[in-house]
């Protein structure tokens, strides 16, 4: 699943139940570092976190894509019912029906393909996800980033965070989760990438992760509706660069 921490794994297995179609389980837990309940709800960002992590490890086990390439997004976007999201008294055990579409190789390795999502939650309706990507080797992806591939460089060259929104703007309750820092515009913000965060940067990585460009365009909303508050249930992204 392309992470460190044990302790940030969901999922929980995998099985085939038809050509390119498979059922993914994964658990959430009862209380999570950053994906923190609120108002006795599960955040959806959960949601969009365990489809990231099929992204892997559906390309890893079923459609034999080697360690070292890279799954770069073009679309990623989630729904969620809120009367599925519901704490209880224990962790949720969650099922991802998904079927895969507009699969694409060259030669023998993958080159793309668009993941349709179905979730549930003991047999309840929990939403929907659609994530489309491209694979690329080690090779291609050094020559798409422009030479900017290189870790030892990339973190020599991290300037200084700028100050963040505070905490309550964003619907936060730690600065250190605030993912925003704000600008003369009012609506126009700017990203800050704690390379330092324990969940979003659990490894080294070269670029700005796309859960925290998730989370950075939730807390954006967040801001703009402020002082109303809300929950922000499902979200549509594309990724230009």
């Known amino acids: 699943m392309h992470k460190s921490a044990h302790s940030e794994v969901l999922l929980t297995g995998w099985r085939s139940v038809a050509p390119d179609e498979y059922v993914v389980t994964a658990q959430w837990p009862r209380a999570h570092s950053f994906c923190s309940p609120d108002a006795g709800h599960h955040d959806p960002l959960l949601l969009a976190e365990s489809v990231r992590q099929a992204i892997p490890l559906l390309s890893h086990v079923a459609y034999d894509v080697p360690f070292g390439h890279r799954q770069i997004w073009d ?47 003991d047999g309840e309706f929990l939403g929907t996800a659609e994530a489309g990507f491209t694979n690329q080797p080690d090779a291609v992806y050094r020559r798409l980033s ?20 505070t905490p309550r703007r964003v619907c936060r309750d730690r600065f250190h989760d605030v993912l925003l820092s704000p600008t003369s515009s009012l609506h126009r913000a700017q990203l800050r990438a704690d390379i330092n965060h324990p969940v979003l940067f659990d490894h080294p990585v070269d670029h700005a992760p796309g859960m925290l460009l998730l989370e950075a365009v939730r807390q954006a909303a967040y801001a703009s509706a402020f002082p109303r508050r809300g929950v922000l249930t499902g979200m549509e992204m594309q990724f230009f660069r």
């Open 75 to 121: 679309t990623f976007s989630y729904s969620t019912n809120p009367a599925a999201l519901v704490v209880g008294s224990r962790p949720a055990d969650i099922m991802l029906h998904i079927r895969c579409s507009g699969i694409a190789r060259r030669g023998r390795r993958l080159a793309r393909l668009t993941m349709h999502v179905t979730a549930t939650r």
């Open 146 to 165: 422009g030479g900017n591939a290189d870790l030892d460089q990339v973190t020599a060259g991290v300037i200084p965070l700028p100050p963040p929104m």
